[in-house]
Nanobody
Framework: QVQLVESGGGLVQSGGSLRLSCAAS?????MGWFRQVSGKEREFVAA????????YYADSVKGRFTISRDNAKNTVYLQMNSLKPEDTAVYYC???????????????WGQGTQVTVSS
């Protein structure tokens, strides 16, 4: 049984930083981070291959966010710097069979963690 548990969300001022963690159990997968604002579709943020050698980012976060993983700890991280109010959302980690940017291609999802950036 695969379980994903996110942590690290919270309230931060514009320009600040947060690091999200996603602890996975039940296997090693390609991993992704997505975010969703109430009333809007879930959108891709970043993804990383199971080996960690390939990473992908949405244009809106490129240069500010960094995805990484520690397979010894079965944990994926999302370091978020230079946060903006428009980054406010519930952030979800997801696990799938291959690295991609599409919500529909991920098989397992965490419960989400709220990130709020104040102006």
């Amino acid at each position: 049984q695969v379980q994903l548990v996110e942590s690290g969300g919270g309230l931060v001022q514009s320009g600040g930083s947060l690091r999200l963690s996603c602890a996975a159990s039940g296997g090693t997968f390609s991993m992704g981070w997505f975010r969703q604002v109430s009333g809007k579709e879930r959108e891709f943020v970043a993804a990383i291959s199971w080996s960690g050698t390939s990473t992908y980012y949405a244009d809106s976060v490129k240069g500010r966010f960094t995805i990484s993983r520690d397979n010894a700890k079965n944990t994926v991280y999302l370091q978020m710097n230079s946060l903006k109010p428009e980054d406010t959302a519930v952030y979800y980690c997801a696990a799938g069979g291959y690295t991609n940017t599409r919500v529909s291609q991920y098989d397992y999802w965490g419960q989400g963690t709220q990130v709020t950036v104040s102006s």
